[in-house]
Structures are given as C-alpha cells and as structure tokens.
C-alpha cells in the first residue's frame, strides 16, 4: 500500500471484493428482499421461502444440537457448514454484518471432516463440523484483518491466530470473518472500510460493538457460535444489543496470541476473548472445549488452569448495581434490574446492593489507558492511505501523548483501584457476585451510543462476566423517565437525549452478572442459577 492510495477507492475496492466473494448461490434473489421498511429481519429466513426445510432445521439449532447430530451421522458438517454459508451470506446482505467470505474453502474443510468421521468413525474433537464465526481481528492465513483500517486493505495474514489453530484442530468450521469499528475501539460497528453493520432486530438501531458483525450474525441465525473480544464491552455491549448470550473470561483463560489489534502494544488494560451465542450451554460448552485444548501449552501469557466443574449454585448472595453514580440506566433497563432482583429474591436468593464508590475512578482511568500513546496507533494506520478521522475517534486526534514515567504511574494507580476493589467485595461476606446492567441501554440509534462504563469498569479489574437476555423488553408504554429525572453527567444526559422509547419497543433487555478474576466455570453456573430464577 503507497501513501498515494486513496482511501475511498481501496475502501469501496474492498467491499465490492466482498460482494464478488459470495457465491452467487448465495446472493438473494430481487423478488426475495425484504422491503427498508422492514425493520426486523430476524424472521426473513422463515418467512423468505429462501432457506429449504431442512436448512432452516440447522440453522435454528443450538451449536451443541448441531454437534450431536453431525457426530451421530444425522446431519453431515458439509450440510451444516453450506445452510450456514447460505445464511450468513443473507444476513451481510441484509445487515452488513461480515468482513470476509470463504464458504468455498470452509465447504471443502467440511467434506474433509466428514470423510475423516466415515473412514475412522471418530469425530476429529469436540467441534467437529462446526462453524465457527470469527471477529475480523483473527488472523486467518491468507485473510485480510484490516480492523476497520484501509490501510490494512490486502495485507492478508501470514499465520492463524493461535485460537484459529486450537479451534481448527478441534474441528470448527472457519467460514466468514466478521465487521467491527475502526481500531475495534467504538461501541458500534462502523468503520471507513466496510460502513456500518446494522442490529437484525430493528435495522435502524445498532448491533453494538466492537464484535458487532458477530452479534448481527448469531442473531440473525447465520452463525451457531461466534468468536469475539473485550477491552472495554466489546463482547457484551453487542450481546445485549442483539440479546445473545457471551462470556468475557479474565485475561490468561483464552488465547488473544497472534491477533491484529488496533492499539497493537497497549497491555495496561489487557483485550480478551470470548463466544457468543444463542444458549448459556453453547457458551459453556465452546468455554470448556478451548480450557480443556490446553492452550497454555502454545501460548506463554496464559496460565495452567483445568476447566473446572461448577454445579449451578443453590442459593446465592448476589449485589445489585442500580446505578454506578455516572449514568442512569435507561428505564426499560431499570425495570430489569428490579424486576430480576425481585424474582431471585422469590427464589430464596440473598440481594442487596453494590455500592459503586470506585466506578468513576475505573472508568477515568480506562479512558486515560486507551489514549495513553496520544492516538499515535490510530494516527499511524489512518496516515498511510490519508483516511480520515471518524466522527466516534475523534478522542484519538486529539490525545496526548504520556511519558514513560506518567505511564508507569498510571499503571500504579490501576493497580491500586484493582486492590479496593478486591477489598470492596470481600468486605461483603459471602458474596458471589455483581448483578448489573450491561449497558445503559438496549440499543441506541446509530451514532448514539455514548457510554461504556457499565462494562468498562469489570475490564479493568479483570473479572469474569456473562450477558445475557433476563426476559424483558422494552415496553414504550411502560418505560418511561420519571417526571422528576435529574441527569448525573454529561453522559447521564446523553443517554437520556438518545433513549426513544418508540424507536426501541420490544428490543430485548440484557444484564450482566459478575463474578471475581479466574472465575469463568463459577459466573456461568451462576448465570443458569440466575436465569432458572428468572424463568421461573
């Protein structure tokens, strides 16, 4: 790439390259578009008549269902792995949701998989036949990882991502990489490259980000299982925008080794990975499979640690975050929170509430660490093709630069708040978890998402945290501001001016639940206790 390239001809390059790699199979015919005006395509697969019987029945299955059946020989992976190339397909069309196609390969790694099965009767691991969704960070040899950037236009990837290579020798499906915003550092998935991916369940609200195109394709149902990453929400801000479930583990449980980054070297806040999909037991079991590949045996930042059976806990001693002093949840978000604490109270839980006295400090200090270079990364990867600023960076232009010994005292003061916070919650005896929003919202139109810091704050001191839809949705008659509302911050009052209650009606509604560092097996034992309580 020259620095006399244009930014706008490598970009729109790109995406026509895009289009020309889906099959034409795979393209939807003119007379089977769904009109703008439909807002929701979560249904178009259905009601389409595009999808055959059969590809639908793979397509609405659990990721562990779909396993099931191709290791019992009922469905072959070829089948599984063409329905979803077919809908994932239909979902970019309709959502903008991918950053890469290679059906045609993953069809051939499948045929390959079910001849390896027929000949040894033996699936090759515990994934074996599936497809696997990747976020655009993965390093997939042969494939781009722009992050957003044209600058990283057709610089494809030399080597796998080490998870690439743990999930292929597993048995996954490689089949589509997936869009995310520039840098992957934008709590919607929007980027100069690929524009703007749009949430399946109302086309006119985000899909969150940064792993917005994952959580557009799982909820469209044109991935059983994807992989994302977390530095500051990036897995569950898109989660709870689509209502899908996801599991941010701690740092050291799965592999991040060999990923493009956007702020490649930046480690004062370390960027995790996770699954999402459409089951709390889709994510435990993708969660186990990875602990039990031994990844620490290829990567040396991850530690030794065995999966760990959790029995899904009787009785718990849960703190409920209503409000962490900065911005208050929107109201249909405010109604959840209540109204779970209310159920798991009914179901003998202990509930109380968290006091947030550290999460404006977290929060500061999340903000100074992702700018800490003086946005030389961003600036770096934009000047090569004169690309320019997005509106939602414009922190990155304007950033200054720390020294070495600021930084140094940064990371002290990290350290230190991680510390009050261990302190923080041993101080309550007993206690198991954080019980939480996710974000201030259940979606946002585009452009409209301002605030991180409900999921910001558990990055920086670590801890492990699932999302997950509690049964709500948005009620426009229902959920509305109290008449005496007063904004806390400017954020406070962002999230106010952009909650259109209309525009959101029948939105699902996520929360998060965490539980302290390394506790991945116990946070989602507690999700199934917590939504046990919630069904009930």
């Known amino acids: 790439m020259t620095s006399e390239a244009n ?46 019987e059969s590809e639908l029945a793979i397509t609405e299955s659990t990721a562990s269902d779909i396993l099931e059946k191709i290791a019992s020989k009922a469905w072959s992976a070829e089948d599984v792995t063409v329905a979803f190339c077919k809908c994932a397909a239909a979902a970019h069309q309709l959502t903008n949701c991918l950053s890469d196609a290679f059906f045609d390969e993953a069809v051939q790694q499948a045929k390959a998989l079910d001849e390896h099965l027929e000949r040894t009767g033996k699936t090759v691991g515990p994934l074996h036949g599936l497809p696997i969704s990747l976020k655009d960070n993965f390093n997939v040899k042969g494939k781009d990882s722009t992050v957003g950037f044209t600058s990283l236009v057709n610089q494809p990837a030399e ?18 990489k997936t869009n995310v915003p520039t840098a992957m550092m934008i709590a919607e998935s929007v980027n100069n490259t690929f524009g703007r991916t749009v949430n399946p369940l109302n086309r006119k609200v985000t899909s969150g980000g940064s792993s917005g195109g994952e959580s557009a394709l799982i909820a469209f149902g044109g991935s059983p299982l994807g992989v994302g990453t977390d530095i500051g929400g990036s897995l569950r801000i898109p989660a709870a925008c689509t209502g899908i479930f996801t599991l941010r583990p701690s740092f050291g449980r799965f592999t991040t080794q060999r990923c493009r980054s956007g702020l490649a070297g930046q480690e004062a806040v370390q960027s995790v990975n996770g699954p999402m999909g459409k089951t709390l037991s889709d994510i435990a079991m993708y969660s186990k499979a990875i602990v039990d590949a031994e990844c620490w045996k290829l990567d040396p930042k991850m530690l030794p640690i065995p999966w760990r059976a959790v029995d899904p806990p009787q009785k718990l001693k849960i703190a409920v975050l209503y409000n962490d002093g900065i911005c208050l949840p929107t ?8 109204e779970t604490a209310v159920k798991l109270k009914k179901a003998g839980h202990e509930v109380l509430v968290w006091n947030p006295k550290l999460h404006a400090k977290a929060i500061e200090l999340l903000g100074r660490m992702f700018v800490a270079d003086g946005g030389k990364s961003v600036e770096a ?38 510390r009050q916070y261990l302190e923080q919650w041993m101080g309550v005896e007993g206690l198991d978890g954080i019980l939480a929003p996710t974000t201030p919202y259940a979606s946002v139109a585009h452009g409209d998402f301002k605030y991180v810091g409900y999921t910001g704050v558990y990055n920086v001191v670590d801890y492990s945290a699932t999302s997950f839809p509690c049964g709500v949705s948005v009620d426009r008659a229902v959920d509305q501001y109290a008449s005496d509302y007063k904004a806390q911050s400017e954020s406070c009052q962002a999230a106010y001016d952009s909650y259109h209650p209309e525009l959101l009606h029948g939105l699902p509604v996520s929360l998060q639940l965490v539980a302290q560092r390394l506790e991945e097996e116990k946070v989602l034992a507690m999700t199934e206790t917590v939504l046990k309580a919630i069904r009930s």
């Open 7 to 52: 930014w706008e001809k490598v970009a729109a390059g790109k995406r026509a390259a895009l289009a020309e790699s889906i099959p034409t199979q795979y393209r939807i015919p003119q007379d089977k578009f769904p009109p703008e005006s439909q807002l929701d395509v979560t249904t178009w697969p259905r009601e389409s008549g595009w999808l055959t």
């Open 159 to 176: 080597y796998d991502a080490t998870l690439v290579e743990i999930l292929r020798r597993l048995g996954a499906v490689q089949y589509c």
């Open 381 to 418: 990867l934009l000047g090569v093709t004169g690309e320019p600023y997005r509106p939602e960076m414009i922190q990155y232009k304007h950033a200054k630069e720390l020294g070495v010994y600021d930084m140094w005292k940064l990371h002290t003061e990290r350290s230190e708040l991680q």
């Open 331 to 338: 109201p249909p978000v405010t109604r959840a929170l209540q």
